[in-house]
């Protein structure tokens, strides 16, 4: 009896896995935000350009953010399954005068807490000390699973053309190995 091949939904669904979990990892593991501040004149709140980039800047988000007057995070809890412990994740905000809060970054999570300390003291430095003009501050954000989606990735096109490779040279008539 020959074996019996699997559904085609479940080959599918398990490439759609394979390729899916390095991609994403990548994208939201390695990412830069980066802030730059401008007063028009001393004393005037600044106007703030928020550069967010995804997978080594293959997407890139840029918010404005008007009449700044503030900074600080925005934490918001999450819950998994039933009986699952909540999980705290946070986002640094600009706050404006008229009470929205501008996220600094699309992604909330609970790690690169350092850089988000770092953007909040650097931001506050800045609004302390209304003389100074302009502010500039990148915080480079590339945690584990941003090199672990990356090698991912290398891998599989690596495969893919290992795979390509092989079937050119099988259709020119070369010898394959």
Known sequence: MPPKKPP??????????IIAIPVTFFIFGWRDVEITCRRPTAGAPPVCDI???FAMGLHTRIV????????????????GRAGARPVLTSTVVLDTPTGDEVP??????????????????????????????????????????GYLGLLGIAVLAGLFGMVLWYYLRKAMGHPTP
């Not at 700044?68 to 918001?76: A, I, L, P, W």
């Not at 770092?118 to 100074?132: C, G, K, N, S």
């Open 64 to 79: 404005r953010a008007e009449g700044v007057t503030g900074v600080g995070y925005r934490t918001s809890r999450n819950s």
């Open 104 to 145: 600094v970054s699309r992604v909330t999570s609970n790690v690169d807490d350092g850089a988000k300390r770092e953007q909040i003291v650097a931001m506050r430095h800045f609004l302390d000390y209304p003389d100074t003009l302009e502010f500039h501050h990148l915080a480079k954000m590339h945690s584990l699973f």
């Open 8 to 17: 085609l939904v479940l080959l599918i669904l398990g490439w759609f896995a």
């Open 51 to 53: 550069r967010e980039s």
